[in-house]
T-cell receptor, first 113, second 118 residues
Framework: DSGVTQTPKHLITATGQRVTLRCSPRSGDLSVYWYQQSLDQGLQFLIQ???????AKGNILERFSAQQFPDLHSELNLSSLELGDSALYFCASSVGYAGDEQFFGPGTRLTVL | AQTVTQSQPEMSVQEAETVTLSCTYD???????LFWYKQPPSRQMILVIRQEAYKQQNATENRFSVNFQKAAKSFSLKISDSQLGDAAMYFCAYKRGNSGGSNYKLTFGKGTLLTVNP
């Protein structure tokens, strides 16, 4: 158990819908990273927050957004969902902003029908 | 942009034997970190081992060790005394160092699926 929690574990929804994925980092970690794992794209970095502020952006679609709250938990919002958004979404956390060691949560499996 | 290449989509090993997984990377930076992550069927991503580029000594964690060849940009993982529980997808990953810049994301290879035969 990495200490990073993600909810829900599984999510099944329809095209066009909007979902929110939640992540709680390890105790003491200030950085949260979101990654997407899909069969065709592999593991890709989406976005990073550090202590409530956006730190870095990767291949995140405009339909996706994220935020980190004062209690340091983070939410990833996915809207206007398409079939291709079906993937495993991971949250990872690290102590500092440089992410020397990133510890991953168990992931949320999103299926868009 | 940094890239990570794992040229072996699948590998197999007999229980108690040794196996080496290959990884090469491309970067113009001199300060960086390399990692191996394990992803078993549960899909959890587990950090196996970490190597700082400025350290010449190869990292070791119990039965797991790396062969880090900085000039060749090669970072292989050796698993000794393989166990059934080692069966998983293994990902090599790169992260820039802490000497400036803003994006400390992990860049992953496509993975190597390791099967351990009893």
């Amino acid at each position: 158990d990495s200490g990073v929690t993600q909810t829900p574990k599984h999510l099944i929804t329809a095209t066009g819908q909007r979902v929110t994925l939640r992540c709680s980092p390890r105790s003491g970690d200030l950085s949260v990273y979101w990654y997407q794992q899909s069969l065709d794209q592999g593991l890709q970095f989406l976005i990073q927050y550090y202590n409530g502020e956006e730190r870095a952006k990767g291949n995140i679609l405009e339909r996706f957004s994220a935020q980190q709250f004062p209690d340091l938990h983070s939410e990833l919002n996915l809207s206007s969902l398409e079939l291709g958004d079906s993937a495993l979404y991971f949250c990872a956390s690290s102590v500092g902003y440089a992410g020397d060691e990133q510890f991953f949560g168990p992931g949320t499996r999103l299926t868009v029908l | 942009a940094q890239t990570v290449t794992q040229s072996q989509p699948e590998m197999s090993v007999q229980e108690a034997e040794t196996v080496t997984l290959s990884c090469t990377y491309d970067t113009s930076e001199s300060d960086y970190y390399l990692f191996w992550y394990k992803q078993p069927p549960s899909r959890q991503m587990i950090l196996v081992i970490r190597q700082e580029a400025y350290k010449q000594q190869n990292a070791t964690e119990n039965r797991f060790s790396v062969n880090f060849q900085k000039a060749a940009k090669s970072f292989s993982l050796k698993i000794s005394d393989s166990q059934l529980g080692d069966a998983a997808m293994y990902f090599c990953a790169y992260k820039r160092g802490n000497s400036g810049g803003s994006n400390y994301k992990l860049t992953f290879g496509k993975g190597t699926l390791l099967t351990v035969n009893p």
